[in-house]
C-alpha cells in the first residue's frame, strides 16, 4: 500500500545526518530538534501552537484532557473512522455519539450532526478522512450556535486546504479550537517510528497542554494537572524536518497519482472514484472507490493473486464493534457507514507510484470487473 523505502532511498543522506546529529547531542527527549521541528510546522500551517507528542492518538486523547470535560459528557464522532476517534472518548469516561456520514465524501455528516445534538454534547470531532477535510464551515456555524468545542483530527489530512465560501484557505486541522494529527510512518507526513501532534491559536489551551503531554509538569517537579508521559523524540523530529521541506511535493504526487486512477476508471459505472468537494484540496491519504454490483471478497481475491496490495478502510462501523456497541442503536441511522463498509476498497497510494504500477493495478481490476 505504500513505498517506505523508495521514498527514503532519496533523502537518506540528509536522514542520516539528521539522526547522527541528534546521537552526537545525546539530547533525545525534548532536545532543540523538537524545537526546530515545532516551529517550522508552526509556520507551514500558520498556526500560533504546535504541541508535539507522542503519536495522534495520544494528541486527540491529551486535546479533550484539556477541554475541562466530565464524566458523561458527550462528543459526537463519525462512525465512519479509524478507532482512536472514539476509542479515547471512551477512555476518558466520556460518552462517544456516533453519527452517520456523507456517503459521497465519507467525512461527518452535518444533518445528522445537528440531530446527535443534546444538553449534554461538549465537543465534536470531525475527522478529514482519507485526505479530505469535513465541511467546516457548517460545523463552525453549528459550534457556534451550540457553544461547542471541535477537535479536528486531522491524521490523515496534514497539509490539505479548508476553502471557506469567500476564498480563503486554511491548512486542515488550524480551524477548530483545537487540530490533532499523526506522524505514523504511512501518514501523509510520516516518521520513522511513533510521532503525534496538537495544534491551537488559543494561548491557555497551548500552554495547558504543553504541560500535559509531559505529566502535568509546570515547574521541574511541581504539577499543575493530571498529565501523560507522550512527547516527540528528537530522532523522530529531526525525521520530520527532513521531511516536512517535502510534504507539498510529496502531497502533490499523491494528487497526481489519484489523477492518474480517476483516469483509469472514470468511465465505469460499478466503479465510483473518491468524490473531490469543493470546499478542500485532497490530499489522498488513502485513494478509495465505492464499488456498485461488484463482489468485493472475489475482488479482494483477484488481486491477492496477482501480488496486489489492498485495503478495506474500513470493514465495521465503529458503532457495531463490541467495545462500542449500545443496544439502543438504530441502524437506520447510520445507513451510509454500513454501506461503505461494505463496498470500499482502497489501492495503494503513495508518492512512488509509477504510471506502470497504476496501469497495471487498474488494469487488473477493470478486467475483474467487466468479466
Ligand atoms: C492514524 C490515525 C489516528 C491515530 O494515530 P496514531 O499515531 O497511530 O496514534 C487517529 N485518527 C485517525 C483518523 C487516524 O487515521
Known sequence: MVDLEGQHKKI????????????????????PKVHVFQKELEAYLGVKHVIPCGNGTDALQIALMALNLEKGDEIICPDFTFVAT???????????????????????????????????TKAIIPVHLFGQCANMEAILKITKENN?????????????????EDGKRKKAGTIGAIGTTSFFPSKNLGCYGDGGAIFTDDDILAEKMRKMVNHGMEDR????????????DSVQAAILSVKLKRLESYNSSRIKAADYYDN??????????????????????????????????????????????????????????????????????????????????????????????????????????NE
Open 12 to 31: 537518506q543522506k540528509e536522514v542520516d545526518n539528521a539522526i547522527e546529529e541528534v546521537v552526537q547531542t545525546s539530547a533525545f527527549i525534548n532536545g
Open 86 to 120: 472514539a476509542e479515547v472518548v471512551k477512555l476518558l469516561g466520556l460518552k462517544a455519539i456516533f453519527v452517520d456520514v456523507d456517503k459521497e465524501n465519507f467525512t461527518i455528516d452535518i444533518d445528522d450532526i445537528k440531530r446527535a445534538i443534546t444538553s449534554n
Open 264 to 369: 483509469c476508471f472514470k468511465e465505469n459505472y460499478k466503479i465510483s472514484i473518491p468524490k473531490r468537494s469543493n470546499y478542500s484540496t485532497h490530499v489522498f491519504h488513502q485513494y478509495t472507490l465505492k464499488l456498485q454490483d461488484v463482489d468485493r471478497d472475489k475482488l479482494c481475491a483477484h488481486l491477492q493473486n496477482k501480488e496486489i496490495p489492498f485495503g478495506v478502510y474500513y470493514p465495521i462501523p465503529l458503532h457495531r464493534q463490541d467495545p462500542y456497541f449500545e443496544e439502543r442503536f438504530n441502524q437506520d441511522d447510520f445507513i451510509n457507514t454500513n454501506h461503505l463498509c461494505e463496498s470500499v476498497l482502497s489501492l495503494p497510494m503513495h508518492t512512488e507510484l509509477t504510471p506502470k504500477q497504476m496501469d497495471f493495478i487498474s488494469q487488473s481490476i477493470l478486467e475483474f470487473i
Open 221 to 232: 517537579y511541581h504539577y499543575k494537572y493530571i498529565g501523560v508521559n507522550s512527547r516527540l
Open 148 to 164: 461547542l468545542h471541535i477537535i479536528e483530527d486531522t491524521a490523515q489530512a496534514i497539509g490539505a486546504n479548508y476553502i471557506f
